[in-house]
């Protein structure tokens, strides 16, 4: 691990923000609105404290334990060397792929309307294809030229957001916010699995935490301080959007929907300008994924989860896990529908950080963190991930059973791993206290 980082408190906070916001508002208000309709703002609000309380966990984690392995390395240190963390560490990373695939979608989505292609289910596949093909190449090229783009981006991003919801609260209309009378606490409790994939992006800091400088002071600011403005800004663009066309409306025009809410203020110049910061939106979330996620490809095969392919580099610069980590993105693009991944990747990230949440009940006493936060942040979690498994039991056990799949999938690679190789993982920080084989 490298002694100094080259990304600012500064840097970190655009790569979880760029990450975060491309992967929420652009992408799934559509989805959401299907659900709960108005109350989206609710979901997001739910989601969003479901997520502060998560974030407190990793930061905790990532301050003590400061690796690019991210969530192996917690899991590993909470719960030793043994299939279960291996297999878990797995499943982190087909979720991370499942997330920047959902934000690669949008893209398309996006782009197929500029190009007068919208609808057409090819163009939007190639386009989001094709982007992620580039942003491979430039995290091939370096670190700093990636945190250069990032922030530029994340400021284009925010101006235009900013700009669109004040506009937008002069258009509204207040009856289109009340909530409609099919709105239950099951449909809530199924939304907020959709939604809590709006905020995962925030663990791609923890997945660059040995770039960051000063990692033990600077990571936690980082965390909890792109929450809680992500959290505020989806909560406005949702009511705005909401407030400006009819749920009908938000759910037809799908991943188009932030730009649709445009129109009343601005007509189709709104709707050109907001489409073009959601693509600016999206290749920041793809950028800062890929970054993490083929960072964290690499690790996982250093630490003998991953064959050792992911870890040779190409040409001297990236590595055989950045280009396989690409190249599973593209080919979930061209094999599944949006909502279905979307769900998939919701559900997936919910098990995964209420694993590293218990996990972190286990090395209290190493992270030094607030003990009644950390039990809370488990309780929630683990709470939440029990009432969407009951409610999605009753409406939508598809995505259960895909879930599943993926998951047994991740359990099954890892034993084949372990036996065919011999290979066991080799934690970055510290030996864990347990090695269970």
Known sequence: MSKKGNLSLSAAISMGIGAMIGAGIFALLGQTGAIVGSATWLSFLIAGGITVLCGYSFARLGARYPSNGGVLEYLVQAYGV????????????????????????????????????????????????????????????????????????????????????????????????????????????????????????????????????????????????????????????????????SAGQVIAAKETALAEAARPMLGNTGFVIVSVAALVSSITAINANLF?????????????????????????????????TGVCIIALIMLFDLSVIASLGGMAMLLCYSAVNIGHLRVLHETKATPWIAWLAAVVSCGTVLLVIIVDAMSAPRQLLVTGIFLVFSFVAEWIIRKTTGRKIKPNILQPKKDVT
Request: net charge positive; charged share 10%.
């Open 82 to 245: 043994n299939l279960y963390s291996g297999g878990m560490g797995i499943f982190y990373y087909v979720s991370m792929i499942v997330l920047s695939a959902v934000v690669a979608k949008s893209f398309g989505a996006y782009a197929a309307v500029l190009m007068g292609r919208g609808g057409q289910e090819w163009a939007q596949n190639l386009t989001a294809a094709g982007i992620v093909a580039a942003l491979v190449v430039l995290n091939f090229i370096s670190i700093s030229a990636f945190a250069r783009v990032e922030k530029i981006f994340v400021a284009i991003k925010l101006t235009v957001l900013f700009g669109f919801a004040i506009l937008g609260f002069y258009t509204i209309r207040p009856q289109n916010l009340a909530f409609p009378d099919t709105l239950t606490g099951g449909s809530i409790l199924s939304s907020v699995a959709v939604t809590f994939f709006a905020y995962t992006g925030f663990n791609v800091i923890n997945g660059a935490v040995e770039h960051i400088e000063n990692p033990a002071k600077t990571l936690p600011k980082a965390i909890m301080t792109t929450i809680l403005l992500v959290t505020c800004v989806y909560i406005v663009l949702a009511v705005v959007v909401f407030g400006n066309l």
């Open 292 to 324: 993490s996620t083929g960072n964290n490809a690499y690790v996982m095969a250093a630490y003998g989860t991953l064959p050792k392919t992911f870890e040779k580099h190409l040409w001297g610069r990236g590595t055989e896990g950045l280009a396989i």
